[in-house]
């Protein structure tokens, strides 16, 4: 059976190419009695480990395209996130562009008409309160502020409502989590 030898290239290391251990004829400064013993490997071993680097490279790219994947989902969720945002803010500027002659307060639900000139306008007094005596317009709904001044379709208020009692709890839990850490730091250095 005639010997390959494989000279590595250290310049050119393609992934493309099977790399052997360069040999050393004097590990530590000693001589070899016989170094192409050291070396000694069957045309079969070469093919496994290709195959094996092969395998690799294959894993390799799948785990990169799932990582890539993710990182595309995650960026088509946000841009989503940010159209709404924008909807959101259209719809909320719209709102306080609305004819209002009173002072808008937070928590409290206002009812949007459309008159027949086209003018929109905020009023107290819900379609049920106006009866036959209203003027000639269109119920467009009804929306609360908030305290941040954006606004919330009635249709949404019980959920919002939901959503702030929760973060309300979390944030006094976190208080009391604190609190429970400074009483027990200030019980750690007073020992």
Sequence with gaps: ???????????DESPN??????????????????????????KQDLVTLAREIQKADNYIKANACNKLQVIAEQMKFLQRQAENILLEVKQNMKLHHAACNFVKHPGQIYHLYERKSGQYYFSMLN????????????????????????????SDVHTKDNELNLFSKLLSNNEMLNNNLDTLTLNINSK
């Design 127 to 154: 379609p049920e309160e106006w009866g036959n005596s209203g003027p000639s317009q269109t119920y467009k709904g009804s929306y609360r502020l908030e305290q941040d001044h954006s606004w919330t379709p009635i």
């Design 1 to 11: 059976m005639k010997r390959i030898h494989t000279k590595m290239d250290n310049c």
């Design 17 to 42: 190419k099977l790399a052997l251990v360069e040999r050393n004829y004097m590990p530590q400064g000693i001589h070899l009695i016989d170094p192409n013993a050291v070396a000694k490997s069957s």
